[in-house]
């Protein structure tokens, strides 16, 4: 049995995985990074 059809997959999925949690993260730091200055214009 070849296993290489299982290695790609696997290696796809944990580049997928890890692009993913990246751009959720990113959005999220984004997002978060908006609200703090919102609060600190609405505290000026």
């Not at 049995?1 to 959005?27: D, E, H, K, Q």
């Amino acid at each position: 049995m070849n296993a290489w059809p299982f290695v790609i997959a696997a290696y796809g999925l944990t580049l997928f995985g890890t692009v993913a949690v990246s751009l959720w993260s990113w959005r999220k730091a984004r997002t978060a990074e908006a609200r703090a200055d919102a609060l600190r214009r609405e505290r000026d």
